[in-house]
């Protein structure tokens, strides 16, 4: 399994840069790099995906190491409604199972 | 134009009861899928769809969960008779079609399920 590692809880000031963190080391080559965030009641909202190059959209960055073993989102200017749970995304060999860990808490705060 | 919408979005029911979700997916999204969140965890997949047929149900528990996709578009999932472990979040989720791992998807708001 494409089993991902992410660190609990994170804070961010208002305005600032969030960098989450993600290990996905047993990742495959040709799968992708998933991220999803949620809002509290709320279902899972597509964030950005990538395979090998960095990506960037209107909600965030993503910066894949070389060897495909990590991965950081980046939110440039977080607001407190970027308070969410995100999830990065490992894929379960073989069978095309998206598979979501615990995610990071992230809290904006003022 | 409109998200995947699911309901009832609350729902609480005794043991032993049956219970149902219903879900519509976002127009032409081909691939539709049923997850579990229980608190603190992130989903887990339940089934998923590629049309009418069930192509990845390998983690219901078919003894008291089933679902249909009629026609290829609105799906149910039910369970009966439940149980008090069942308390959890049902999410559905929709996509265009193919592979999974490449295949961006979109979540409902969830049905949030109370068994006491």
């Known amino acids: 399994d494409a089993k991902t590692t992410q660190p609990p809880s994170m804070d961010c000031a208002e305005g600032r840069a969030a960098n989450l963190p993600c290990n996905h080391s047993t990742i495959s080559g040709n799968e992708y790099v998933y991220w999803y965030r949620q809002i509290h009641s709320q279902g899972p909202q597509y964030i950005i995906h990538g395979l090998k190059n960095n990506e960037t959209n209107e909600m965030a960055s993503l910066i894949i190491t070389e060897d495909r073993k990590s991965s950081t989102l980046i939110l440039p200017h977080a607001t407190l409604r970027d308070t969410a749970v995100y999830y990065c995304i490992g894929i379960q060999g073989g069978s095309e199972k998206l598979v979501f860990g615990k995610g990071t808490k992230l809290t904006v705060n003022p | 134009e409109a998200g995947v919408v699911q309901s009832p979005r609350y729902k609480i029911i005794e043991k032993k009861q049956p219970v149902a979700f219903w879900c519509n997916p976002i127009s032409g999204h081909n691939t539709l899928y049923w997850y579990r969140q229980n608190l603190g965890q992130g989903p887990e997949l339940l089934i998923r769809y590629e049309n009418e047929e069930a192509v990845d149900d390998s983690q219901l528990p078919k003894d008291r969960f089933s679902a249909e996709r009629l026609k290829g578009v609105d799906s149910t999932l039910k369970i009966q008779p439940a149980e008090l472990g069942d308390s959890a979040v049902y999410l559905c989720?929709?996509?265009?079609?193919?592979?999974?791992?490449?295949?961006?998807?979109?979540f409902g708001p969830g049905t949030r399920l109370t068994v006491l």
């Open positions: 989720a929709s996509s265009l079609g193919g592979r999974p791992s490449t295949d961006t998807q979109y």
